[in-house]
């Protein structure tokens, strides 16, 4: 996730001039053709799934002049046709791992959450202490990497989703962000 992708011989990104509103667009990197996805407010984040015919991305839609909370989107390659992933909670972060399940966190009041998405049924995965903040989150075969700030500690740490506990992968005063695989 993040800024830009790159899927075959498309790059996609977010595009933000001081004239319009951010976007996601995608161009091809052999023509230099490049195409206009959605209008996007908020952080933008989007990956695109294995296949690379479908992308996810977090938008805030402004409803009744109030930019709404982020939620999940999808964009279709085939039809161009853009829906709004119904799904629970208020998305801070989420990947899509290479079974093209859609792992997110979720904020619930003092607390967030980990929830799995597999296109048919909505699982939660785990639920934080109070206070306790998953930052971001990485999933490669089932194997869950996340960037948690422990209130006790006062730091943010890796830790490894293993067996229903996690593993603390770092422990220092050092701050570790944007795990990638």
Known sequence: ?????VHGEWLTYVKRDLSSPRAIVR????TGIEE????????????????GDVLYFMHSPAKDGFQQYETLYTYHSETKKIEHLNVHGRIRRFCVDENDDLYRIVQDGDN??????????????????????????VVKSGNIISVIFNP??????????????????TDSKSTELAPFW
């Open 1 to 5: 996730h993040g800024n830009t992708e």
């Open 27 to 30: 161009k091809s990197l052999k």
């Open 36 to 51: 206009h996805i959605a209008d996007c407010w908020g952080q933008c984040n989007h990956q695109w799934n294995h296949k």
């Open 112 to 137: 967030t959450e980990i929830w799995k998405f597999n296109g048919a049924s909505d699982e939660l995965i785990y639920r934080s202490e109070p206070f306790e903040q998953i930052e971001d989150i």
């Open 152 to 169: 006790k500690k006062q730091q943010a740490d890796l830790y490894q989703y293993q067996n229903g506990e996690w593993i603390a992968i």
